[in-house]
């Protein structure tokens, strides 16, 4: 499918790859009985409020708070049904972290109007104190499905999962994290227990698709994308899980061009997506269904945080 250049970097400043997920035909893209979904997505931001440097390195003058609002603006001014989500390490990496111990991130974030995020490893740097000191800042919730936080001063503050109803499409999103020990400081989570990731996102994608009757199942994964050993990953999860449509990666600071769609063992496929880290970039995937939720078909592009015209200057001849 080709689509014009200039008007896709004026709708969202980035580029763009086709993936089909069902017999959907692309001339229904526009049909009236198709729905849209715009989902927009950020992983391992780290304290980066501002954008990198100009001095020369790879990532100069990428990312920033100020262009990221910017970007996710103009895409909400565009679309219907946005969700802007993120998968977690949202602390840590500069000298705001340390000044403000996470407040301004979590102020910013409600700011641009985030919908949901999980907990990576660095959200507990500061300990479980310092965490809620900072969720009545939050204007969206945590989602950890597999921290049991009820012997903790977290117990009630996280959720497991929430729905999203968009135009009649039903959107879960549960959220997963890493496992703590020996990567985390013992004195930073205490009695926080780690549940079994893939036996929670079993748990928790069953219960959204079957009892909740959500048409598209979303984890917000800070296990990292894949590992030379039998860790588990959002590769693992995505193979070995059912009725996940979509993993939203984060951990290893990945950078993908593309998602990854990955046969699940249902036999039905699950996309993993993950866009590196520091805001560099803004993830987004676009899903269109038709009104009986019968097949679907999706878009997908990276979007560099920064001006349309840099973006315009490496677009692929």
């Known amino acids: 499918m080709k689509t014009n250049r200039r008007e896709f970097l004026k709708l969202s400043a980035g580029s763009v790859a086709l993936a089909g997920l069902s017999s959907l035909p692309l001339s229904a893209l526009a049909h009236p009985d198709t729905l849209k979904l715009t989902i927009l997505h950020t992983n391992d931001v780290h304290s980066r409020i501002d954008p990198f440097p100009m001095d020369g ?19 909400r001014q565009q679309e219907q049904n946005v969700l802007l989500l993120d998968a977690g390490d949202v602390f840590q990496g500069t000298p705001y972290f340390n000044m403000f111990g996470g407040e301004l991130e979590i102020k910013m974030m409600s700011e641009m109007g985030y919908d949901a995020c999980t907990m990576g490893n660095h959200d507990f740097d500061n300990g479980l104190q310092g965490f809620l000191k900072q969720l009545p800042h939050a204007n969206f919730p945590f989602l950890c499905s597999n921290y049991d936080f009820k012997d903790t001063i977290l117990a009630g503050k996280t959720r497991p999962y ?31 227990q780690y549940l079994d990731p893939l036996q929670k996102a079993t748990e928790m994608a069953s219960l959204l698709k079957f009892d909740h009757q959500c048409d598209l199942v979303i984890c917000l994964s800070h296990l990292g994308f894949k590992y030379g050993d039998s860790k588990v990953s959002d590769l693992v999860l995505a193979k070995e899980s059912k009725y996940i449509d979509l993993v939203i990666g984060g951990h290893t600071h990945t950078f993908l061009k593309d ?38 078909t999706r878009l997908s592009a990276v979007l560099p945080v920064g001006s349309v015209q840099e973006v315009e200057d490496n677009w692929p001849s």
């Open 57 to 75: 390195s790879r990532n100069q003058g990428l990312g920033g708070v100020a262009k990221r609002a910017a970007l996710i603006n103009s895409i």
């Open 162 to 192: 929430k729905i999203f109803k968009k135009s009649g499409i039903r959107i879960g999103v549960f959220g997963l994290g890493i496992e703590l020990e020996g990567l985390v400081d013992k004195k930073n989570y205490l009695e926080t």
């Open 259 to 296: 998602p990854v769609d990955v046969l699940n063992a249902d036999g039905n496929i699950t996309t993993v997506n993950q866009v590196g880290f520091a805001g560099i970039n803004l993830g987004r995937i676009d899903y269109y269904f038709d009104r009986h939720k019968k097949s679907q």
